[in-house]
């Protein structure tokens, strides 16, 4: 009996993005293909559990509170790759813990869904490592940090990323646009009449309201403004891990009502977004793919400079969804869900399974197998 091919999925913890992604190739790959084994490392974090928590702890601060300051580096090192300093530190960090750790799992392909792993197997493939790399871009966008020439195949979400990469120097036979891959219970739609009767919820305008930690559910006036709706609206706050923000709207008088639910931490984001009409979130690529593939609507709240702006411009230009630049915008959108609810909800229920012509949810996965047989 043959023995089960390895594939090893290395990620970093910079935005929930990165990892998510590694984890759903992990279970696509494992659904399309039983014969496959894989195994998903936050690499800096598997090495380095004290430090790196710090490290990625002061990066979310700084987008958090520096936005504008994170923007201005993110732009002058577009279209460079990562400087010798940040290699150096890198090889210092990780660079003979992660040649053990390949030589004890002994992978037939690894894939990266980050650009720090990239580069350090990239630095290992140069010193002799012969395991083919493939590296998958999780934006829109291909910012200079992710190009090494040892990535062997890069994955990645539109024909416009790939341009880019070619402009950076990539053979353009090194670049597949896949699209970004999402968990498989984003694959398939689910019953909306199942689904509110199982989450408590009227047959009513809904919209799911996702940002977890990252500003969103931070900007008390936005969310304020939306509760405005509420009679006419049902309205679904996931604030995922973010247990301050939990507490601090459930003492909130304003979301104590029937049609507001807030969420915690939930595996079932596919099945809320199956449920709601309009999703209204930080312009992140993996939560924009997710809505993508499920089809909808989507409003973009205040994108941090840098790669949520690409993003953004992005699921914009290509109809997809809107920026929300003022009250009105809101208004506007939640006005057209009420007045013509019965044919925005007929429309979501005869959505086409699979995310449509625009997007195949599967195809990142089976790009991986076909570079793994």
């Known amino acids: 009996m043959p023995k089960k091919k390895r594939i090893l999925i290395l990620s970093e913890g910079f935005g929930a993005g990165h990892t998510q992604a590694a984890y759903a190739l992990s279970d696509s790959l494992r659904l399309l293909a039983p014969h496959l ?6 690499l800096g974090t598997f090495l380095h559990p004290t430090l790196a928590p710090l490290v990625i702890g002061a990066y979310r601060k700084t987008v958090a509170t520096q936005p504008k300051l994170y923007g201005l580096v993110y732009r002058s ?13 890198l090889h210092r960090i990780c660079y003979a813990q992660t040649a053990a750790i390949i030589r004890q799992l002994r992978p037939d392909t690894i894939v990266c869904t980050h650009p720090f792993p990239s580069a350090v197997i990239s630095r290992l493939k140069r010193f002799g490592l012969e395991v083919p790399l493939c590296t998958v871009i999780t934006d829109y966008d291909a910012h200079g940090t992710w190009v090494s020439r040892e990535v062997n195949t890069y994955l990645v979400s539109t024909a416009d990323v790939k341009h880019k990469l070619e402009s950076l120097g990539i053979p353009s036979g090194s670049v597949q646009v896949t699209g970004i891959p999402v968990h498989p219970n984003f694959w398939q739609p689910h019953n909306r009449d199942d689904l509110r009767t199982r989450f408590g919820l009227q047959r009513l305008p809904t919209v799911l309201v996702m940002g977890g930690g990252w500003g969103l559910l931070q900007d008390r006036k936005f969310l304020h403004h939306l509760t405005l709706w509420r009679e006419q609206i049902q309205l679904v706050l996931c604030l995922g891990s973010n247990q301050a923000s939990l507490r601090t709207l ?19 984001v596919s099945q809320w977004m199956d449920v709601s009409d309009l999703l209204i979130t930080k ?61 925005i909800a007929h429309a979501r229920s005869s959505r086409p399974a699979g995310g449509g012509p625009a997007y195949s949810p599967a195809r990142c996965s089976q790009a991986i197998m076909e570079l793994v047989r």
């Open 37 to 42: 084994q894989t195994r998903v490392l936050e």
């Open 77 to 89: 090192q577009d279209r460079k790759a990562l400087n010798r300093l940040t290699q150096l530190a």
């Open 250 to 268: 459930t003492e909130d008088s304003r979301f104590r009502h029937p049609n507001i639910r807030l969420l915690g931490f939930t595996k079932e």
């Open 283 to 343: 312009p992140g690529g993996m939560t924009c793919t997710e809505g993508l593939a499920k089809g909808i609507p989507m409003l973009f709240h205040k994108p941090i400079p840098g790669q949520e702006e690409r993003n953004l411009q992005y699921f914009t230009q290509m109809g997809f969804g809107e920026v929300i630049r003022s009250a009105e915008t809101i208004d506007v959108w939640f006005r057209q869900l009420v007045d013509h609810f019965p044919d």
